[in-house]
């Protein structure tokens, strides 16, 4: 049988509730699923205001646009990640000012901050690569002493914690993805998370195409109209409705999620003590949601010889990210060809994992097996 690299999954209510949605007929944006959701996510992370998106690229879009974002203004980010973390600020005309990451979180270098900032410099925003957070007290202090908005792509890091706060909740604001792939899903989907106050109003406005219907359906106002920009950023309460049964049910996702990782680390624990590979690092201050398990090899070669060798086996890695700022678009965006080399380096060197909450331990028994035996016979 096959392993595939990443497989949905249903862990509770999600076609029944799906269902009550239909039958109750309100299946638009925010009906009472998105309500239950927000009050969820606000509760459960200590959020202030939590607004579901129909993506994470879609928050990221409305942080954009909250910023006010102008041409020729600069953000800060790693060029180690997706590409919805650039494109949504440099949808307004920003610049992209790529920042090297650390060899062992492979999140910002936040010693790197500092330097790429100049009195364009708008936004910071920190990727919690792999639900690890980054160095948020250092990030948050230099944003602060320069007058920057932090948005952090916490895409990869709901319900992990740093220094006891979760992700997403540290920065002026957060986004979350509910995408197939990560750890809480409804195929598509995210959220946008306010923790500066002054944004929350104008957030609701920009995510209902720049009109004040929130305010009219909490009766607020008695007419709602055309109040400054905005697009269509609501999901359908068939994916709210699925959402929420996955958030029934975090702990245990959670916690099957701590099993997956705990099994290929002590699996792989021989071939690192050898050398061979590395496997993650997860600092003290972070409470990781184990998004994913990657291994970085010696070389390029090395990574693509074992993906190669696994995907004859029916087994599906993957790797990423093709830098940012070594693609066509971060090119022309940034404008001028600085070196990244931890970005490089990791880039060719990284593979990831299968990791999904039906994964068995006897499929992860057959990764680990077929990553020893590509090492014992390549030596
Ligand atoms: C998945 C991901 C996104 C995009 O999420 P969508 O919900 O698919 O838009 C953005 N940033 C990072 C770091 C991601 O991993």
Same mark, same amino acid.
């Given at each position: 049988?096959?392993?595939?690299? $990443?497989?949905? %999954?249903?862990?509770?209510?999600?076609?029944?509730?799906?269902?009550?949605?239909?039958?109750?007929?309100?299946?638009?944006?925010?009906?009472? %699923?998105?309500?239950?959701?927000?009050? @969820?996510?606000?509760?459960?992370?200590?959020?202030?205001?939590?607004?579901?998106?129909?993506?994470?690229? !879609?928050?990221?879009?409305? !942080?954009?646009? @909250?910023?006010?974002?102008?041409?020729?203004?600069?953000?800060?980010?790693?060029? %180690? #990640?997706?590409?919805?973390? !650039?494109?949504?600020?440099?949808?307004?005309?920003?610049?992209?000012?790529?920042?090297?990451?650390?060899?062992?979180?492979?999140?910002?270098?936040? +010693?790197?901050?500092?330097?790429?900032?100049?009195?364009?410099?708008?936004?910071?925003?920190?990727?919690?690569? !792999?639900?690890?957070?980054?160095?948020?007290?250092?990030?948050?202090?230099?944003?602060?002493?320069?007058?920057?908005?932090?948005?952090?792509?916490?895409?990869?890091?709901?319900?992990?914690?740093?220094?006891?706060?979760?992700?997403?909740?540290?920065?002026? @604001?957060?986004?979350?993805?509910?995408?197939?792939?990560? $750890?809480?899903?409804?195929?598509?989907?995210?959220?946008?998370?306010?923790?500066?106050?002054?944004?929350? &109003?104008?957030? &609701?406005?920009?995510?209902?195409?720049?009109?004040?219907?929130? +305010?009219?359906?909490?009766?607020?106002?008695?007419?709602?109209?055309?109040?400054?920009?905005?697009?269509?950023?609501?999901?359908?309460?068939?994916?709210?409705? *699925?959402?929420?049964?996955?958030?029934?049910?975090?702990?245990?996702?959670?916690?099957?999620?701590?099993?997956? *990782?705990?099994?290929?680390?002590?699996?792989?624990?021989?071939?690192?003590?050898?050398?061979?590979?590395?496997?993650?690092?997860?600092?003290?201050?972070? $409470?990781?949601?184990?998004?994913?398990?990657?291994?970085?090899?010696?070389? &390029?070669? #090395?990574?693509?010889?074992?993906?190669?060798?696994?995907?004859?086996?029916?087994?599906?890695?993957?790797?990423?990210?093709?830098?940012?700022?070594?693609?066509?678009?971060?090119?022309?965006?940034? $404008?001028?060809?600085?070196?990244?080399?931890? #970005?490089?380096?990791?880039?060719?060197?990284?593979?990831?994992?299968?990791?999904?909450?039906?994964?068995?331990?006897?499929?992860?028994?057959?990764?680990? +097996?077929?990553?020893?035996?590509?090492?014992?016979?390549?030596?």
């Amino acid at each position: 049988m096959p392993i595939p690299f $990443n497989k949905p %999954f249903i862990v509770g209510k999600e076609l029944y509730y799906i269902a009550q949605a239909v039958l109750e007929g309100h299946i638009a944006g925010d009906g009472s %699923f998105t309500r239950k959701c927000h009050a @969820l996510l606000e509760k459960k992370f200590n959020a202030s205001k939590v607004l579901l998106t129909h993506s994470c690229t !879609a928050a990221l879009e409305i !942080a954009a646009l @909250l910023c006010d974002i102008q041409p020729g203004d600069e953000v800060i980010l790693p060029s %180690f #990640t997706f590409v919805s973390t !650039a494109n949504a600020f440099c949808l307004r005309g920003a610049k992209p000012v790529f920042v090297d990451i650390r060899p062992d979180t492979l999140n910002i270098n936040e +010693k790197l901050i500092e330097e790429a900032i100049t009195d364009r410099t708008k936004v910071i925003v920190p990727v919690h690569y !792999a639900g690890v957070g980054c160095e948020m007290e250092t990030i948050m202090e230099i944003a602060g002493r320069h007058g920057l908005f932090v948005v952090e792509d916490a895409a990869q890091g709901v319900s992990s914690q740093y220094k006891g706060k979760y992700l997403g909740t540290i920065g002026d @604001l957060g986004t979350y993805s509910f995408h197939e792939t990560k $750890n809480f899903i409804s195929g598509e989907g995210g959220a946008l998370v306010i923790n500066n106050e002054r944004f929350i &109003e104008r957030a &609701e406005i920009i995510r209902e195409k720049g009109t004040d219907r929130s +305010k009219f359906f909490r009766g607020e106002v008695d007419k709602y109209t055309w109040v400054d920009l905005g697009s269509s950023y609501l999901p359908s309460e068939i994916v709210a409705a *699925f959402l929420y049964a996955q958030l029934e049910h975090i702990d245990t996702i959670n916690q099957r999620r701590q099993e997956i *990782f705990n099994y290929y680390q002590q699996g792989l624990q021989p071939l690192a003590g050898q050398g061979l590979l590395q496997i993650p690092h997860i600092p003290p201050a972070c $409470n990781c949601n184990n998004h994913l398990f990657y291994i970085l090899l010696p070389d &390029e070669q #090395t990574r693509d010889g074992l993906m190669a060798h696994l995907k004859n086996k029916g087994i599906y890695a993957v790797f990423h990210y093709l830098p940012l700022h070594l693609s066509k678009m971060g090119k022309i965006l940034a $404008n001028e060809s600085k070196r990244l080399p931890i #970005t490089e380096s990791i880039s060719k060197r990284l593979l990831r994992l299968p990791c999904y909450y039906e994964l068995t331990a006897a499929e992860q028994e057959c990764v680990v +097996k077929e990553i020893e035996y590509y090492f014992s016979y390549n030596e």
